[in-house]
């Protein structure tokens, strides 16, 4: 089992961005579940898929739940990259929180200015991208 679960949107062009960016620096720390599988709410009764397309959710090994700006943090220190928590320090947390809740809730549009897309038109499995 991964040090840390990420369940992430698969249709946010961003997002997916990330993840890639994650799985390409993964060495078997992080796992990545797409909140969009059908069998989602099977595998993962206790998260709720909803939520979880409104706020970044993540699983430690042992059971937290981790949300927004917790997942990135603790994923980028994962794979070795410190540099990410510096956002949750405490003068800089309730700033940085307040922003990546503007992202989250826009992030469609966002992604839309950013990379002409909005949504995926395909879907990626992180998963089954090779790191």
């Not at 078997?28 to 909803?50: A, C, K, M, T, W």
């Not at 706020?55 to 981790?66: I, N």
Request: some cysteine.
């Amino acid at each position: 089992m991964s040090a840390l679960t990420i369940f992430y949107d698969s249709r946010c062009p961003l997002c997916v961005k990330e993840m890639l960016s994650l799985q390409r620096r993964n060495s078997g720390q992080l796992g990545f579940e797409d909140i969009f599988q059908p069998d989602f709410s099977v595998r993962f009764p206790h998260i709720n898929p909803e939520r979880a397309n409104a706020v970044l959710h993540g699983q430690t090994r042992d059971g937290e739940l981790l949300l927004g700006l917790d997942v990135t943090a603790h994923a980028w220190a994962l794979v070795g990259n410190p540099l990410f928590k510096v956002l949750r320090r405490p003068l800089i947390k309730p700033i940085a929180d307040l922003a990546y809740e503007f992202f989250a809730r826009h992030r469609y549009r966002i992604s839309y200015l950013l990379t002409g897309q909005a949504r995926c038109k395909a879907c990626v499995d992180i998963k089954r991208v090779a790191p």
